[in-house]
Structures are given as structure tokens and as C-alpha cells.
């Protein structure tokens, strides 16, 4: 069971807009800066959003992330076939010191 | 750019040793105030943060894992390694290797460890 909790899937249709949630507590997202990654099938996680809501260079602002309290979100507008992955939110545990992962959200693109 | 590259055996038996290295290109690993960081992930599961070493070699281990896992900074070679002792078929899967700044960026493309008699 993961520290972090996410829905294990979500879906939307080409050009939709869709949101993955990702709750935690005070030790973690309450205290901590949350950063997504996606994971396309096969590959390796790659850095999606970070510092809750910066993106690196060459990641399109269709995606945003956001943060509140003890939870964060990441958004996904202008759904395209290609944002079909795994998505994972993580950060930093005062608590544990420790990494922490969500579960992981499956995202279809119907 | 910096890129990460993880090598070691795919098949390691149980209640023996999984060693694993990152070799990292494109930049030197002593540079910065980076941490060097394990993740793993079971095949069809999430992933699953192992632990850290800074460049001045200060390590943070996942608690779950802290009495069996030893990381090591090898600057010569521009590597850092994972040591995960007494493995169990538990500790199968995919172990990444990653720079750290508060953030994981970039990451090696992984590979398969396979705990089996």
C-alpha cells in the first residue's frame, strides 16, 4: 500500500480534459514540494511536473500541476492518444525520510 | 546532457547479493548538489524508491530496505552502485537508476533483476 494515494485509472476522450489526483498527509505533500512523472509502456518514469507545478524544458503546457494542503493534482488538457501511461506523483516523506511514490494512475485514452 | 545507464547481473539467487552499478555520462558525478538515487518497480506495480548517496557520500536509505542495502559512490569511474543483500524473490524487478535535486531528472532506462534458484 503506498503512502501516497492515487486512482489506479482514469480516462478521457482526444481533446478532453482530465485530472489524477494524488493525497498524502502532513509528513509528505503538507510539508514537501510534489513532483509527476509518466511512465509510457515499456519505458522508463520520465519527469512530468516539478516543485508542484514547474515543468522542464520540451514538456508541453497541456499539462499542469497543482498542490493544496495534503493533496496535489496533475491536469491533462487537449487529451491526445500519446498521453496514454502510468502516472506517478512523489515526494519527499519528513517523517519516514523517505522517498515516497504514488500507486500510479493508468491513464486510457478511449 | 547527463545520462545514467545501469548494469549487473539479470539473475541473482536468493539469500545472495544483488549488486548493481549506474555509470553516468555527459557530466561529472562530483559536480552539483546532486543526490544519486535507486528506484525500483516490480513488474506490473509502482515504483518504489530504494535510496541515495549525496556527492560527499552521505546516504538515505528506504526504511523498509535500511538493514539490507548499502549504495557507494565510485567518483573515478564516475559510478555510483546498489548492494541489496539476503534478496528474496520480493526484490525482483526493475531497478532505475537517477539524479536527485529535488526531483528525479534524468533516469536510466532500467533493468530487469530476476531473484530465482
Known amino acids: 500500500q503506498s503512502v501516497l494515494t492515487q486512482p489506479p485509472s482514469a480516462s478521457g476522450t482526444p481533446g478532453q480534459r482530465v485530472t489524477i489526483s494524488c493525497s498524502g498527509s502532513?509528513?509528505?505533500?503538507?510539508?514537501?514540494?510534489v513532483n509527476w512523472h509518466q511512465q509510457l509502456p515499456g519505458a522508463a518514469p520520465k519527469l512530468l511536473i516539478y516543485?508542484?507545478?514547474q515543468r522542464p524544458s520540451g514538456v508541453p503546457d497541456r499539462f499542469s500541476g497543482s498542490k493544496s494542503g495534503t493533496s496535489a493534482s496533475l491536469a491533462i488538457s487537449g487529451l491526445q492518444s500519446e498521453d496514454e501511461a502510468a502516472y506517478y506523483c512523489?515526494?519527499?516523506?519528513?517523517?519516514?525520510?523517505?522517498?515516497?511514490f504514488g500507486g500510479g494512475t493508468k491513464l486510457t485514452v478511449l | 546532457q547527463v545520462q545514467l545507464q545501469e548494469s549487473g547481473p539479470g539473475l541473482v539467487k536468493p539469500s545472495q547479493t544483488l549488486s548493481l552499478t549506474c555509470t553516468v555520462s555527459g557530466g561529472s558525478i562530483s559536480s552539483g548538489n546532486y543526490y544519486w538515487s535507486w528506484i525500483r518497480q516490480p513488474a506490473g506495480k509502482g515504483l518504489e524508491w530504494v535510496g541515495r548517496i549525496s556527492t560527499s557520500g552521505i546516504t538515505y536509505y528506504n526504511p523498509s530496505l535500511k538493514s539490507r542495502v548499502t549504495i557507494t559512490l565510485n567518483t573515478s569511474k564516475n559510478q555510483f552502485s546498489l548492494n541489496l543483500n539476503s534478496v528474496t524473490a520480493g526484490d525482483t524487478a526493475v531497478y532505475f537508476c537517477a539524479r536527485e535535486y529535488g526531483w528525479f531528472d534524468p533516469w536510466g532506462q532500467g533493468t530487469l533483476v530476476t531473484v530465482s534458484s
Open positions: 512523489a515526494t519527499w516523506d519528513g517523517s519516514l525520510n523517505s522517498w515516497v
Open positions: 502532513s509528513s509528505n505533500i503538507g510539508s514537501h514540494t
Open positions: 516543485s508542484n507545478n
